[in-house]
């Protein structure tokens, strides 16, 4: 019962704009914490323990908590947070660490969110073949979604039947950022390739063949979407996370040149289709790559190092970058233009965060992913789930680099649910 409710609701959640607004926070927090107290309430009524406790991921479990008392003491007043100079010599003080304490507190409503869904799906994924019936549900939601981006696009450029009001004649699906969307899709993809790669299916049929032109298509369909999208870190993040899937995956299948050579030639094929189809428009911005919109770049990550210089240790506040930022603005940076996100996830953890406590998510996924590797390498059945995790992790250390894709609930909780999914099989050893 709980893989049914996590199934609709992960496949509903990226509807409402990609759940990218502090009602749809709050909507999805009321919603884990309703799951969560009804299954902790079914088990504690039966006598049962859990599947899956967080003891089996302890360092990661730790470096959570951390982040969590971290964003905590950042949003209470308690006035030990250093001034900030202003160019004519003013100085800035807040009560608090975080410039902006109410943002900071919905940052870690989102976060405890992420944990509650992480911990759930560990539940559900304790049984191989139910995390595997969750990973190809997983994969068709994202195909149907980006079905559903392709015929807004072809059918008047809408969002959900609304005229899109930025990035039109792009794909842009429930989302309103195309990049986002491109992110969302590229997670679908690592799904699809890791999928290629294990021979156990719950939902797909058992017939060798049929299970692969059905994994194609569907990654087909993926691949058109994310061109459509026209974002060029996009293509590249769905790459990067394709091929570390199918490398890892197939490599514990132990393919044989003939399958190696197949992938290959299959891959090439779906990729030149794909970009006849409607890859002009990212290679027309790969192509024309404005000067202006580089240097642009370049100045705003220049000021957000300035920011992270400022308060190395202390940072802004957990999601205080819009409030924040303003202080550093300044040409040649346009302002012209409201720079509420960095365009860089690692920036903007720094930035908010400090170096320390930013960098505590990126050594929990760290730690992750080295134990994605070492179940991958164990599992004698359902890999995939393992194979996806690895992937995702690859789409979004890449894309983060330059774009905010991961400060978008529905590719975050998505990306949570693959990691989850992967994890899991850590501890579920053959007969349990």
């Excluded at 409710?5 to 919603?31: E, Q």
């Excluded at 976060?111 to 759930?120: D, K, N, P, R």
């Excluded at 981006?149 to 609304?162: A, F, I, P, R, Y």
Aim: glycine share 10%; net charge positive; charged share 10%.
């Amino acid at each position: 019962m709980l893989a049914v409710v996590i199934a609709v609701w992960l496949l509903l959640m990226p509807l409402p704009l990609g759940s990218a607004r502090p009602a749809y926070w709050l909507l999805n927090a009321i919603a884990v914490g309703a799951i969560a107290a009804w299954y902790w309430w079914s088990l504690a009524r039966m006598g049962a323990g859990v599947r899956f406790g967080l003891r089996a991921v302890p360092l990661a479990t730790l470096l959570y908590l951390l982040l969590i008392g971290w964003i905590v003491l950042q949003a209470l007043p308690l006035g030990v947070a250093p001034a900030i100079s202003l160019a004519d010599g003013q100085q800035l003080v807040w009560p608090s660490i975080s410039v902006a304490s109410d943002t900071s507190w919905l940052v870690l409503l989102q976060i405890l969110t992420y944990g509650s869904c992480f911990a759930l799906i560990m539940q559900v994924a304790a049984n191989r073949g139910r995390a595997q019936l969750l990973l190809e549900l997983a994969f068709f939601c994202v195909v149907g979604y980006a079905l559903l981006g392709l015929v807004l696009l072809s059918e008047g450029d809408t969002l959900l039947g609304v005229k899109k009001w930025a990035y039109q004649g792009s794909a842009t699906g429930p989302f309103v950022n195309r990049n986002s969307f491109a992110t969302f899709l590229a997670l679908g993809a690592t799904v699809g390739a890791a999928l290629l790669t294990c021979a156990n299916t719950r939902l797909l049929p058992h017939s060798r063949w049929m299970r692969v032109v059905l994994l194609l298509a569907g990654l087909l369909i993926i691949g058109t979407a994310i061109l459509a999208t026209q974002s060029r870190m996009g293509a590249a993040a769905a790459a990067s996370g394709i091929l570390v899937a199918v490398l890892f995956g197939g490599t514990r299948a132990r393919w044989g040149l003939f399958r190696w050579g197949a992938v290959g030639v299959a891959t090439v094929i779906a990729g030149l289709a794909m970009a006849w189809a409607f890859g002009s428009g990212v290679l027309e911005r790969i192509i024309t790559i404005e000067a202006d919109s580089a240097d642009g770049r370049a100045a705003l990550y220049s000021q957000v190092l300035n920011m992270i210089r400022d308060r190395p240790l202390f940072g802004f506040g957990a999601g205080t970058f819009e409030q924040a930022f303003p202080l550093y603005h300044q040409l040649p940076l346009s302002t012209e233009v409201i720079w509420d996100k960095a365009h860089s996830t690692y920036l903007t953890l720094w930035a908010e965060l400090g170096v320390i406590g930013g960098s505590l998510p990126l050594l929990a996924i760290a730690i992750i992913a080295i134990q994605l590797v070492a179940s991958l390498m164990r599992s004698d059945e359902y890999w995939s789930p393992s194979a996806a995790g690895l992937g995702a992790i690859a789409v979004v250390a890449v894309h983060s680099l330059v774009d905010f894709s991961m400060e978008i609930q529905a590719v975050a909780l998505l990306f949570v649910a693959l990691l989850a999914l992967g994890i899991a099989q850590k501890r579920t050893e053959r007969g349990q």
